[in-house]
């Protein structure tokens, strides 16, 4: 699946099968980035910020498993990944069926460029088409431009999760947020 992005740019989403040296390689690159780990997940303090984490090719084999990744190419070069979990146990929302979202966009020259609002496009058309009734996701309250992004997409605030990560010293909100696919 792709789709000509902003500056016509060839934005595809190809789906993972299978893992390899190369992408755990990239995945840990991307999930250990001072420059985008904060948004990545969620930590208690300034330490387990810091704290590098590594996967394995096991690691996401088991990963594949429960999730559905798609790696994210702009013009044949692989700037991020999707991933999508069914009936999370920590959707906030526990409608049957419901999506929980995962993105990264894990290389700098594809951030600001269009390129997560055409991947979630491309997505939300695979899983409509599967029958998911719903999206939901998390975004750390600090995040105002993964905010933009979201509400410009059509997702909504269904609620918050007080105190839920630590960046910039201070505790931030998980914002959970929806969008109907149905």
């Given at each position: 699946?792709?789709?000509?992005?902003m500056?016509?740019?060839?934005i595809?989403?190809?789906?993972?099968?299978?893992?390899?040296?190369?992408?755990?390689?990239?995945?840990n690159?991307?999930?250990?980035?001072?420059?985008?780990v904060?948004?990545i997940?969620?930590?208690?303090s300034a330490?387990?910020?810091?704290?590098?984490?590594?996967?394995?090719?096991?690691?996401?084999?088991?990963?594949?498993?429960?999730?559905?990744?798609?790696?994210?190419?702009?013009d044949?070069?692989?700037?991020?990944?999707?991933?999508?979990?069914?009936?999370?146990p920590?959707?906030?929302?526990?409608?049957?069926?419901?999506a929980?979202?995962?993105?990264?966009?894990?290389e700098?020259?594809?951030?600001?460029r269009?390129i997560?609002?055409?991947?979630?496009?491309?997505?939300?058309e695979?899983l409509?088409?599967?029958?998911?009734?719903?999206?939901?996701?998390?975004?750390?309250?600090?995040n105002?431009?993964a905010?933009?992004?979201?509400?410009?997409?059509?997702?909504?605030?269904i609620?918050?999760?007080?105190?839920?990560?630590?960046?910039?010293?201070?505790?931030w909100?998980?914002?959970r947020m929806?969008?109907?696919?149905?």
């Amino acid at each position: 699946m792709s789709r000509k992005g902003m500056g016509m740019m060839a934005i595809s989403l190809v789906p993972l099968k299978k893992a390899s040296d190369a992408i755990v390689a990239t995945f840990n690159r991307w999930n250990n980035d001072p420059a985008i780990v904060h948004l990545i997940r969620p930590v208690r303090s300034a330490e387990e910020l810091a704290a590098e984490h590594h996967m394995t090719i096991e690691d996401l084999t088991d990963r594949l498993l429960t999730h559905d990744i798609f790696l994210i190419y702009a013009d044949d070069m692989l700037v991020g990944e999707v991933n999508v979990i069914y009936d999370a146990p920590h959707l906030y929302d526990n409608e049957r069926g419901s999506a929980w979202l995962g993105l990264v966009i894990g290389e700098l020259n594809g951030r600001g460029r269009g390129i997560g609002t055409m991947a979630l496009l491309l997505l939300e058309e695979r899983l409509r088409a599967q029958g998911v009734p719903r999206i939901e996701l998390g975004v750390f309250g600090f995040n105002e431009a993964a905010q933009r992004l979201y509400r410009k997409v059509g997702y909504t605030e269904i609620a918050r999760i007080e105190s839920f990560t630590y960046w910039n010293g201070q505790f931030w909100p998980d914002i959970r947020m929806e969008k109907r696919l149905d």
